[in-house]
T-cell receptor, first 115, second 110 residues
């Protein structure tokens, strides 16, 4: 059973297009995240949702819009893709029970290439 | 600004030896610190967590120390095996957010 799944695994697209990445977790966790890992391997938080409510929104261009239809899903929609958006995007989840130090479970990543 | 430094060069060691990875940080007072393992083409996998009031944590062949005065964490893998070869990421936590270092590549040769 896959704990955190993402689709697609690879995404190649042209500049200016709009694309979405989907994420689902079957762990029953309350909190989900989107991270971006660039070519230098830094993993940076983009967004975090707790029970469908946005709780972290780092300095991310507003071309990126997360959407959480329910607490098991957190999708990432990107408008007007730019070359600099090329990276690996990871979804993650954690069980929040009033504490913030829970381990995070990561998905397999989506490699986005913008041409 | 917050800065997390991990060895930028790969660490190459012989099988059976102890691998020691370093995580230094500045301009940050984390409530806890986590270590993750990342294999090529995969997402990070949680290994260990240590809180600010703890000095040391162990799990099987893994040991992590946390020195808030030195602002440093050390991650040890004893009796290393080729299967331990991967990138190891430290992550500082607090305020519902993790800030990751760039990771250190560990290569264990048989």
């Amino acid at each position: 059973d896959t704990a955190v799944s993402q689709t697609p695994k690879y995404l190649v697209t042209q500049m200016g297009n709009d694309k979405s990445i989907k994420c689902e977790q079957n762990l029953g966790h309350d909190t989900m995240y989107w991270y971006k890992q660039d070519s230098k391997k830094f993993l940076k938080i983009m967004f975090s949702y707790n029970n469908k409510e946005l709780i972290i929104n780092e300095t991310v261009p507003n071309r990126f819009s997360p959407k959480s239809p329910d607490k098991a899903h957190l999708n990432l929609h990107i408008n007007s893709l730019e070359l600099g958006d090329s990276a690996v995007y990871f979804c993650a989840s954690s069980q929040d029970t009033g504490v913030d130090y829970n381990e995070q479970f990561f998905g397999p990543g989506t490699r986005l290439t913008v041409l | 600004s917050q800065k997390i430094e991990q060895n930028s060069e790969a660490l190459n060691i012989q099988e059976g030896k102890t691998a020691t990875l370093t995580c230094n940080y500045t301009n940050y007072s984390p409530a806890y610190l986590q270590w993750y393992r990342q294999d090529p083409g995969r997402g990070p996998v949680f290994l260990l967590l240590i809180r600010e009031n703890e000095k040391e944590k162990r799990k099987e062949r893994l040991k992590v120390t946390f020195d808030t005065t030195l602002k440093q964490s050390l991650f040890h893998i004893t009796a290393s095996q080729p299967a331990d070869s991967a990138t190891y990421l430290c992550a500082l936590g607090g305020g519902n957010k993790l800030v990751f270092g760039a990771g250190t590549i560990l290569r264990v040769k048989s």
